[in-house]
């Protein structure tokens, strides 16, 4: 059994069909179509090793919350989880914490990366997967700076980054005018259409026998013992009901704090939502995908379309649209790439989604330390797409008791218990 149908879940559920397990889908969304990985930029990202707490990053954090424009937002509220969330942010964002994850974080990028070169030819392609790598732009001296000492301890981990000044970015982007002074390029990363592939993988997913049922929410669970035997749900306008389980995995995304609760589990999480447009025609198309490191905006090409995406906005599951932050993306875009219009951005819809934010910045994926037959594979924040599937495939083997084929002991499921 499988709570949740965004990417992890689906993930999972297809290396476990692959085992040879019968695989059930339970997806509170009613037509699949909006969870968190549908709308995001898409990246495949070995170059982000670094974890989302790291020095500095509360510093600059309070210093964007002037700037309603920023890249980042904690919405101010007397809560114990978001408190509690916070201090444990603040206590992890340590170079002892970058330099015990970031190895561990490359290892399970790479490692997913050369998965979805397998799933490309496992489902046929047709979702956009490409090996453009992908290049961190910067519009100033400083930046490009502080993105060359990222680059001198990715050689450090023995993967290439190659730093240029501004001739060289515009070389790699000829038909593009770009307003930078250099960059980082980083070939080993790709990226595909993320809706794409989440299409295709339920389409595997049901000609393989897997049930899957979206507008179905998880209730509770019934227990025997340290085992779950059931878990317990309501379809959109029916009885609750419930439903036998060998085996139960926990893919919830954002939701999966509240899922943890129901079986003991502590998993801080914040929702940390953000924003995407797509061009449908744009006038300038871009070859590689790129970051605008000053301004933390993800801008990526899927086959004609572009994509332009950003922002981490701590503010609870609030499904309103942030205009103001929505103008920082959009305005930080018309920065970097001066012939784009202003106009281009007005018919594309605003999407936004929820990302699964561990205060630590690393996902929890593992077993459960109170129940016998229970994994967990949640809290990817922005890599959801990235790791997707060496999480399936980490799943798959938890759930089968062997060791898993990668570290990932830090990743513990019981870390905050």
Request: charged content about 20%.
């Amino acid at each position: 059994m499988v709570v949740g149908g965004g990417i992890m879940g689906l993930t999972s559920a297809y290396y476990l069909r692959e085992r040879g397990y019968e695989v059930t889908v339970l997806e509170r969304d009613a037509e699949g179509r909006h969870t968190t990985s549908h709308g995001n930029a898409g990246m495949v990202v070995p170059s982000h090793f670094i974890p989302l707490a790291a020095p500095g990053v509360v510093a600059q954090g309070i210093r964007w919350m002037a700037n309603p424009k920023s890249p980042f937002y904690i919405k101010p509220r007397l809560n114990a989880d978001v408190l509690g969330w916070g201090w444990r942010f603040w206590r992890a964002g340590t170079a002892q914490h970058v330099k015990r994850s970031a190895p561990v974080i490359l290892a399970l990028n790479l490692a997913s990366r050369d998965l979805y070169v397998q799933l490309n030819e496992e489902l046929g392609g047709g979702f956009d997967f490409e090996r453009q790598g992908l290049t961190m732009l910067t519009a100033t001296e400083h930046g490009l700076e502080e993105e060359a000492k990222v680059a001198a301890l990715a050689h450090e981990l023995g993967m290439t980054a190659n730093v240029l000044d501004r001739a060289g970015v515009q070389a790699m982007e000829p038909g593009i005018t770009l307003n930078v002074v250099g960059g980082v390029h980083y070939p080993e990363d790709a990226h595909l259409d993320p809706a794409k592939f989440m299409q295709a993988l339920t389409e595997r997913l049901r000609a393989s026998g897997v049930n899957l049922r979206f507008g179905t929410e998880v209730t509770g669970f019934t227990a025997n013992g340290s085992r779950l035997s059931a878990v317990e749900y309501r379809a959109a306008g029916g009885a609750p009901s419930s439903v036998k389980a060998d085996h139960v995995v926990v893919a919830a995304g954002s939701w999966s704090g509240a899922v943890g609760r129901q079986l003991g589990l502590r998993l801080p999480m914040q929702p940390g939502k953000g924003y995407s447009m797509t061009l449908e025609q744009p006038s300038q198309r871009l070859r590689v995908p790129s970051i605008l490191s000053e301004a933390r905006v993800a801008v990526t090409r899927m086959g004609e379309r572009l994509r332009v995406g950003g922002t981490m906005e701590i503010a609870g599951f609030d499904d309103g649209a942030n205009a103001v932050r929505v103008e920082g993306i959009i305005e930080s875009a018309l920065r970097y790439f001066p012939d784009l219009q202003r106009a281009e951005f007005d018919a594309p819809p605003r999407w936004h989604g929820f990302r699964p934010c561990s205060p630590d910045g690393l996902p929890y994926l593992g077993n459960s330390p109170g129940h016998a037959n229970v994994t967990v594979a949640s809290g990817h924040s922005m890599m959801g797409v990235s790791l997707a599937p060496v999480t399936g495939k980490l799943v798959g083997e938890l759930v089968a008791g062997e060791q898993p084929s990668l570290d990932i002991g830090l990743l513990s499921v019981g870390r905050y218990s």
